[in-house]
Nanobody
Framework: QVQLVESGGGSVQPGGSLRLSCAASGSTLSNYAVAWCRQAPGKQRELVATIFSGGNTNYADSVKGRFTISRDNAKNTVYLQMNSLKPEDTAVYYC???????????????WGQGTQVTVSS
């Protein structure tokens, strides 16, 4: 069983930056693929960024060049560095972890509680 806790959300002006953290307990996070998804009101959940157990990463076109996903295995934590934020990035951000196919299909067994990101002037 993996417990995930997100932190780092908040309110920021357009063009600003935030770093989200996803801290794991109960298992070694590096054994799993980990993804950040987001859901805005009235919209479908969107897969934003994924880091695989081997270290490869994948990003949605909407965030390429602005967001970076990374791991700190010593801290059992995955991060999402978000730069050049836009109002359309406003959403609740969730981290999730599981084997690669489940993460990519949105059927991960392990999810955090979510953290709100609001980008507004």
């Amino acid at each position: 069983q993996v417990q995930l806790v997100e932190s780092g959300g908040g309110s920021v002006q357009p063009g600003g930056s935030l770093r989200l953290s996803c801290a794991a307990s109960g298992s070694t996070l590096s054994n799993y693929a980990v993804a950040w998804c987001r859901q805005a009101p009235g919209k479908q959940r969107e897969l934003v960024a994924t880091i695989f157990s081997g270290g490869n990463t994948n990003y949605a076109d909407s965030v390429k060049g602005r967001f970076t996903i990374s791991r700190d295995n010593a801290k059992n934590t995955v991060y999402l560095q978000m730069n050049s934020l836009k109002p359309e990035d406003t959403a609740v951000y969730y981290c999730n972890a599981d084997f690669s196919l489940k993460v990519l299909s949105g059927t991960s067994r392990y999810w955090g509680q979510g953290t709100q990101v609001t980008v507004s002037s």
